[in-house]
């Protein structure tokens, strides 16, 4: 259960979220899409107290996450950020294993090391575990930093553009498993994405964003209807049945 | 490469380091002895002991340095530390004269300094984490505008005293590892102790660290206050060992990275002891090179100073034509 309220922030005076009010309940996928720069990554970031919002406030679980003990936060809210470049030098398991730091310390038990392994296997990252980040293509890379999130194994899991350089089988296959992950593990899963066929077809809710405001938040059903989303991307699209599922045309 | 082998090359490297840290103050204590051991070993000891304090600091206080700020070019010693001593004992020359400074506590000189650096340096770095500037190059703009304002007045004053105390205060000048006052030598390596002590403790958050602001503070790493924690330590650490024996500007830049090509790795435990003992060897090895084999009695910093110089430029290049 995550729940923003009022929230707003920004830069130089120039308001990027506005009014933000949001409810989500335990367990379940939703997406977050809109055009570019309409705030999404602002309101994850915020979500993931990774920004401090200039008004309003975000709970999970009733925690006030501006002033909740980090590492307690860290244990049930994770997130994967837009852009990840790190300085340091590190294998793949490095990385992976800094998920664990919140619930081991950087003294990671048998326990740490499954939720790794499960973590890297997931990713089918088992043969690049060894390799340097730097020595990675692009969609290894995101690859790595998801199964990073993962191996954190919260109850709450914010991703922000996963699907970024990943082919399709991969694309499917993270999507897949965030979606079993929130039904049969009962995980909060929020994702931005771009793909707003893959939205329709994979998750239970869609927030539409725009201009720093959210413009609407329904199921996939409710929104995927041509004249809103040609309004809201500013491009004609029309929305077509095709097996059994509603499938945006641009 | 597989995990195993790697970890057994990161142990390899660190004993042989240890091993030559070892050798380099065996060589510094015992080659070359004339006269009687009696008088030779405390005295030796006394100036290893000097070294041993500021390699540690120096080493432990630029890797650090390097973690929170990201970055493996800037130390804290480029920031302006050397130019400041340099304004503190100028303006300790000309406000009292070179006989009362002479005549001055060591110790009261000592806290002196220590506590300008330390307000100094602090504010800089409040300045440079507060919410405006975070721009790397700026930073080290300003330190060197500052380092600059500071090395102008002290030259002004220089020029303005007269000859005699300037004398006194060319020698004040140099890093010089040979008029330590031992009770403050055995206070500084307390505080450097304490110090290491509690940077040992937070290795797993300078791994953090290390990955960023972003995603340390996703990990649950109480990063502003972390951050200004260490910067403290830095500060205390650099002030240290500058207030100790002078300005050692390059020589942290030099063996932290060092550190980083010898020890492919990002585990702090590693780094920072391999940073210290690399410092070590190069201090106690280059200062027993110098005086006991080519018998040599120039100050080594200088020689430090130009290999770390070198170092430096070479960075500098290699991050331009990147
Ligand atoms: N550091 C910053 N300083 C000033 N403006 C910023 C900053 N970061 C973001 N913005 C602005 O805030 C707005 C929202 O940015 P945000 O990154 O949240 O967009 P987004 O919806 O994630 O876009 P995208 O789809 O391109 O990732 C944009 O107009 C952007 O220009
Ligand atoms: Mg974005």
């Excluded at chain 1, 120039?14 to 939703?30: I, N, Q, R, Y």
């Excluded at chain 1, 996963?162 to 039904?183: G, K």
């Excluded at chain 1, 309004?231 to 929305?239: G, K, Q, R």
């Excluded at chain 2, 220089?158 to 206070?187: E, K």
């Amino acid at each position: 259960m995550i729940e923003v309220e009022g929230v707003e922030r920004r830069y130089d005076g120039v308001a990027v979220l506005s009014e933000v009010t949001l409810s989500l309940p335990k367990g379940g996928l939703t997406a977050i899409i809109g055009p570019n720069g309409a705030g999404k990554s602002t309101l994850l970031s915020v979500m993931g107290r990774l920004q401090k919002p200039d008004a309003g406030r975000v709970t999970l679980e009733g925690m006030h996450l501006a002033q909740a003990p980090g590492r307690a936060v860290a244990k049930k809210l994770a997130m994967l950020r837009q852009d990840n470049h790190t300085a340091a030098r590190l294998t793949v398991r490095d990385l992976v294993a800094f998920g664990r730091y919140p619930h081991c310390r950087g003294n990671p038990g048998p326990e740490d090391q499954a939720q790794i392994d499960r973590a890297l296997a997931i990713l089918g990252l088992e043969p690049l575990a060894d390799r340097f980040l730097d020595q990675l293509s692009g969609g290894q890379r995101q690859r790595a930093h998801i199964a990073m999130v993962l191996a954190q194994d919260t109850g709450c899991i914010l991703l922000d553009e996963p699907l970024n350089n990943l082919d399709i089988s991969h694309a499917v296959r993270i999507i897949t498993l965030v979606r079993e992950a929130a039904q049969a593990l009962g995980k909060t899963v929020v994702v931005v994405l771009h793909d707003i066929n893959m939205a329709a077809a994979h998750c239970d809710r869609i927030v539409v964003m725009k201009g720093g405001r959210i413009l609407r938040h329904g199921t996939p059903a409710e929104l995927m209807q041509a004249d809103f989303l040609s309004a809201v991307y500013e491009t004609p699209i029309s929305v077509h049945e095709l097996a059994g599922r509603l499938v945006a045309v641009y | 490469m597989s995990p195993e082998i790697r970890a057994r090359q990161i142990t390899h490297r660190m004993a042989l380091l240890a091993l030559l840290a070892l050798l380099a103050a065996a060589a510094f204590l015992l080659l070359n002895a004339r006269g009687s051991w009696d008088f030779l070993l405390p005295f030796r000891g006394r100036k290893l002991a000097a070294l041993a304090v500021v390699a540690v600091a120096i080493a432990l206080s630029t890797v650090v340095f390097q973690t929170v700020t990201q970055n493996r070019i800037l130390t804290p010693a480029i920031m302006g530390f050397d130019a400041l001593y340099v304004l503190i004992q100028t303006g300790l020359v000309f406000g009292l004269g070179a006989g009362r400074v002479s005549a001055l506590d060591a110790r009261l000189v000592f806290g002196l300094e220590l506590g300008a650096m330390v307000v100094f340096a602090l504010l800089l770095f409040r300045w440079m984490f507060g919410p405006a500037a975070r721009n790397l190059h700026l930073l080290m703009l300003v330190g060197i505008v500052l380092g600059t304002l500071f090395r102008s007045i002290a030259g002004f004053l220089q020029r303005i005293i007269d000859p005699d105390s300037f004398t006194v205060l060319q020698d004040r000048l140099f890093a010089s590892f040979n008029a330590v006052d031992p009770g403050l030598l055995t206070l500084s390596a307390l505080i450097v102790a304490g110090l290491a002590l509690i940077l040992w403790r937070l290795v797993p958050e300078l791994d953090v660290l290390a990955l960023g602001r972003e995603a340390a503070v996703g990990l649950g790493v109480p990063q502003e206050r972390l951050v200004l924690g260490l910067l403290v330590i830095v500060t205390l650490l650099v002030a240290l060992s500058t207030a100790l024996v002078g300005p050692v500007t390059f020589l942290g830049l030099l063996v932290a990275n060092l550190a980083y090509l010898l020890l492919p790795t990002g585990r702090h435990a590693v780094l920072l002891p391999a940073a210290a003992l690399i410092a070590l060897i190069t201090l106690i090895g280059g200062q027993a090179l110098l005086e006991r084999v080519l018998h040599y009695d120039t100050a080594l910093a200088v020689v430090v100073e130009f290999a770390g110089g070198l170092v430096f430029i070479l960075l500098v290049i290699r991050g331009v034509a990147r």
